[in-house]
C-alpha cells in the first residue's frame, strides 16, 4: 500500500535532489557528474532490477552514447539536441544487438555474452583510434549553446547551466521510466523477473520484451554517456570499458534494484563517497566494498529499503493524524 | 442419441524419444469438447512426457498434436496459450512476489496482443485485462486474498492459483498437471469440485494420482504403462479392468 502512496512524493523528492545536490555538494561539477550517473543507473535498474538480468553492456550503452554524441557534434557540427538524439539512437541499436545476441541464453551463459560483447566493443573503441581517438579518447567535444528553433536557451558555457540541462533531462527520463514500469510493458517484465516459465505460459514471448526493455535500458544510459562527453568535453576511452558496467551495477544495487528512486540514492551515494574519499584516502574502494557486503547480506534492497524501513518505524511510532492505515510491524509499544 | 461430440484435442501417433529410450510410444487419443479426460498410470508411464508435448515444452520424436483442428505439433509454449490452451504446472509456479490479482492480471494481459506492449499508459487502463482478472479471482473464492502476494498464500490457495492463471487466459482448454499436489484433504475436496464445475465451459486433459478424483470427476481415462496406452475407458470401466490392477500392482514391489 505503501508504494501505492508512492508516484507523487519519488517525482517530487527527485526535483527537490536536483534542486539540493548543487547547493550541498563541494562543486557544481560534481552534481552534474551525479546526475550523469544516476541517469545511467536508471538505465542498469530497468534491467537488473525490473527484469532481472545482470547486463554487463552498461558500458557499451554509455561509450556509443558519448563516442556519438561526441562524433555528431564534431563532425557534423550538429546542436545539443541533435547530438543528444545520435546518442539515443546509436545506443538503442547497440543495446539491441546486445540484447537480441545475449537473451538466446540465460542465466550464467547471458551474463558471460554481455561481458564479452562489452570486452568486444571495448577493443573495437581502442582499435578504431582514428574514429574515437582509441586511447587517448575523443578530444575537444564542442559544448555549443541548447537552442530551440534558433533561439538560445541555455549558453551550456557556465557549469551551472550543464548542470541544469542534465538536471532537466534526468527530470525527464525519471518520469518516463516511472510511466514504463506501471505500465502494461512494465509490468510484464516484472513478471519475467518473478518466474519467466510461468510467463511463457500464460502466452508472453519473452524475449521480445526482454529486447525491447534491453533497448530501452541501452538508450537511456547512451543519453547519460553523451551528457558526460558534453560536460568533460572529451569521451575518455575508460567510458566503454567493463569497469564502467560494474560501476554502475554497484550503483544499482547500492541504492536499490527494483526501485527507480533507489537509483538516484544509489548514484548520488557512490559519485559523493568516491570523490570525498579518493582525496583522502587512495583505498577508499576498500570501504566500498564492505558496504556492498553489508547491502548484499543484510540490505538486499539496497539503501531505499533503508529508507523506507525507516519511514514505517517513523509512522509507527508517530501515526499522522488522519493517517488510518496500521501497519503491523515492530512490537515495540 | 445426441450429436456427434466435437474433439478439441487430438494426439496421434505420438513418440518422444530420449537418447534412443521410448518414454511415450506412439500414443493416440482424443479428447471430446467439454469433457474431463485423465491421464493416470504408474510412476515411469509416460504421463509428464506426453503433457510435456502437449504443452509445448518439449517437442515430440514423431506423431501429431491437433488442437481445434490446427496441427500444433512444433507451435511453442507461448503460441499455445495464446489460442486457448492455459496450463497448470504440477509443481506451484508462480509470481511469488506479486499479489493474486496482479497475477492474474498480468496472465489475462499476456491475451491482450500488442496492448501488452504498451509502455507508456498505465497497466490499471487495461480494461480487458483486469476485468478477466476480477472474474477469475470471483470463480476462485480468492477476493479476499486479492492484495496477497502469492508465495504467502496457503499450499491450498496457491494450487487454486495455479489453476487460476491457467484459466485467465481465456482458454477453451485447459491441461492440469496434478491440481491437487500435496493438498489436505478438504482441499483435494473443493478442488475436486472446482475442476468438475469448469468441465461445463472447458475441455480438461487432468493428470491426477489422486484416484477418487479421477474416478469421481472423469469422463474418460486413458491409462498409460510404459510409454503407451493400456486401457482408454470411462471411469467404471477402467475401475474393472484387470490390466489396470495388474500394471499398477505390478509397480508396487
Known amino acids: 500500500m505503501l508504494l501505492r502512496l508512492l508516484p507523487a512524493p519519488a517525482m517530487i523528492a527527485s526535483i527537490a535532489a536536483v534542486v539540493v545536490l548543487p547547493l550541498i555538494l563541494p562543486s557544481v561539477a560534481m552534481a552534474t557528474e551525479v546526475v550523469v550517473f544516476i541517469i545511467a543507473t536508471l538505465g542498469c535498474n530497468l534491467l537488473l532490477g525490473y527484469v532481472g538480468l545482470l547486463s554487463f553492456g552498461q558500458a557499451i550503452s554509455f561509450g556509443v552514447g558519448a563516442y556519438a554524441c561526441g562524433l555528431a557534434l564534431i563532425h557534423l557540427h550538429v546542436g545539443v539536441w541533435s547530438g543528444l538524439f545520435a546518442a539515443l539512437i546509436c545506443s538503442a541499436i547497440a543495446g539491441l544487438v546486445v540484447g537480441a545476441l545475449s537473451i538466446q541464453k540465460r542465466g550464467i551463459y547471458f551474463v558471460m555474452l554481455t561481458f564479452a560483447f562489452s570486452q568486444m566493443f571495448y577493443f573495437i573503441a581502442y582499435a578504431m583510434a582514428g574514429v574515437t581517438g582509441g586511447d587517448n579518447g575523443l578530444l575537444n567535444v564542442p559544448r555549443p549553446p541548447l537552442t530551440v528553433f534558433g533561439v538560445t536557451l541555455l549558453s551550456l558555457a557556465t557549469p551551472l547551466s550543464m548542470y541544469s540541462m542534465a538536471a532537466i533531462v534526468f527530470l525527464i527520463l525519471f518520469a518516463f521510466l516511472r510511466r514504463v514500469v506501471a505500465s502494461p510493458f512494465g509490468s510484464t517484465l516484472i513478471a519475467i523477473r518473478e518466474n519467466e516459465e510461468r510467463a511463457i505460459a500464460v502466452g508472453y514471448n519473452t524475449r521480445i520484451f526482454k529486447i525491447i526493455a534491453f533497448v530501452i535500458s541501452s538508450w537511456v544510459t547512451g543519453i547519460a554517456g553523451a551528457l558526460y562527453a558534453l560536460f568533460l568535453n572529451f569521451a575518455p576511452l575508460s567510458n566503454i570499458d567493463v569497469s564502467m558496467s560494474e560501476r554502475i551495477i554497484i550503483m544499482t544495487i547500492v541504492g536499490g534494484a527494483n526501485s527507480l528512486f533507489g537509483s538516484v540514492l544509489g548514484a548520488t551515494f557512490y559519485i559523493v563517497v568516491s570523490n570525498l574519499l579518493s582525496s583522502v584516502w587512495p583505498r577508499w574502494l576498500l570501504v566500498l566494498g564492505i558496504i556492498l557486503i553489508v547491502v548484499a547480506g543484510y540490505l538486499r534492497g539496497g539503501l531505499w529499503s533503508g529508507v523506507e524501513w525507516t519511514w514505517q518505524r517513523l509512522r509507527a511510532r508517530w501515526p499522522v493524524a488522519g493517517a488510518v492505515e496500521q501497519r503491523e510491524d515492530g512490537g515495540d509499544a | ?253
Open chain 2, 1 to 253: 442419441m445426441s450429436a456427434e461430440p466435437r474433439t478439441a484435442l487430438a494426439v496421434e501417433g505420438l513418440t518422444k524419444r530420449f537418447d534412443g529410450f521410448a518414454a511415450v510410444k506412439h500414443v493416440s487419443f482424443t479428447v471430446r469438447e467439454h469433457s474431463v479426460h485423465s491421464l493416470i498410470g504408474p510412476n515411469g508411464a509416460g504421463k509428464t512426457t506426453l503433457f510435456n508435448c502437449l504443452t509445448g515444452a518439449l517437442k515430440p520424436s514423431a506423431g501429431r498434436v491437433i488442437f481445434a483442428g490446427r496441427d500444433i505439433t512444433h507451435l511453442p509454449p507461448h503460441r499455445r496459450a495464446r489460442i486457448g490452451m492455459g496450463r497448470s504446472f504440477q509443481v506451484t509456479s508462480l509470481f511469488q512476489n506479486l499479489t493474486v490479482f496482479e497475477s492474474l492480471r498480468i496472465a489475462a494481459q499476456a491475451q491482450t496482443g500488442l496492448a501488452a506492449l504498451d509502455f507508456v499508459r498505465p497497466k490499471e487502463l487495461l480494461g480487458r485485462a483486469v476485468a478477466d482478472a476480477e472474474l477469475v479471482l470471483d470463480r476462485l473464492g480468492l477476493g479476499p486474498y486479492r492484495d496477497t502476494k502469492a508465495g504467502e498464500l496457503s499450499h491450498g490457495r496457491q494450487r487454486l492459483l495455479e489453476v487460476g492463471l491457467a484459466l485467465a487466459v481465456r482458454p477453451s482448454l485447459l491441461l492440469l498437471d496434478e491440481p491437487t499436489a500435496g493438498m489436505g484433504v478438504e482441499d483435494i475436496g473443493a478442488m475436486k469440485e472446482l475442476i468438475a464445475t469448469l468441465a461445463r465451459n472447458y475441455t480438461i486433459v487432468l493428470i491426477e494420482h489422486n484416484m477418487r478424483v479421477v474416478l469421481d470427476i472423469s469422463d474418460m481415462i486413458t491409462v498409460m504403462h510404459l510409454g503407451e496406452v493400456l486401457v482408454e475407458g470411462r471411469p467404471d470401466a477402467v475401475r474393472r479392468d484387470d490390466r489396470v490392477k495388474a500394471a499398477y500392482l505390478g509397480s508396487e514391489g
